[in-house]
């Protein structure tokens, strides 16, 4: 009897046996799903692709309280932003952060008092503490410009200290939301 072709057909089955139960076992895991993003939302986007919470969109300017405050007022002979208007710059920078398609126009403004030339350099540096402040606050200066109109644009006529207040300021207008 020949006992070699037994012992191969058994060492065969051994190793066949061996082989199976020392497999790795793999988990199958499901491919990861795609996030389509269709452009309904015009909210900022991080770099992941998904919508950041908390960030401000175009329509904010309308309905939030502190994007409405446009203006930033002066007082007289002064480039010192006031206390008050913080909180302000603080949200249009924000906004500037999360929306860096934005773009912002600062257009400085003085009373009719004093020459022409004081005026248009006064309402340049109001405007100058306005872009200070919105960088200081995280904008880009890249979002910003600035035009200094000086006394050529009063939002009120009259000669008095209350019109003369009015007219020292300087306005925040979105040419790009």
């Known amino acids: 009897m020949n006992t070699s072709i037994p012992r191969a057909l058994l060492i065969t089955a051994l190793v066949c046996v061996t082989a199976v139960g020392c497999s790795k076992k793999v ?5 990861p799903v795609d996030t389509v ?8 986007i991080d770099n992941t692709g998904q919508t950041r919470a908390g960030a401000y969109n175009p329509s904010d300017l ?3 309280a502190c994007l409405r405050s446009r203006v930033v007022y002066f007082d ?10 913080q909180a302000t710059m603080a949200c249009h920078a924000k906004y500037l952060r999360d929306r860096p398609s934005a773009r912002l126009r600062l257009e400085g403004n003085a009373d009719e008092r004093g020459s022409r030339d004081y005026n ?3 309402s340049e540096k109001r405007g100058n503490v306005v872009s200070t402040a919105l ?3 995280g904008g880009s200066g890249n979002q910003i410009v600035l035009i200094s109109y000086g006394e050529e644009r009063p939002v ?3 000669s ?7 007219n020292r300021r300087v306005d925040l207008i979105y040419t790009s939301k």
Request: aromatic share 4%; proline share 10%; net charge negative.
């Open 37 to 44: 993003n269709t452009g309904a939302t015009t909210a900022p």
């Open 76 to 85: 007289l002979d002064k480039d010192a932003l006031k206390p008050e208007f």
């Open 156 to 158: 009120c006529s009259e």
């Open 120 to 122: 248009v350099g006064l």
């Open 160 to 166: 008095n200290e209350v019109c003369w207040a009015r």
């Open 135 to 137: 960088q200081a606050n």
């Open 27 to 31: 988990k199958e895991t499901p491919p």
């Open 62 to 64: 309308d309905t939030d």
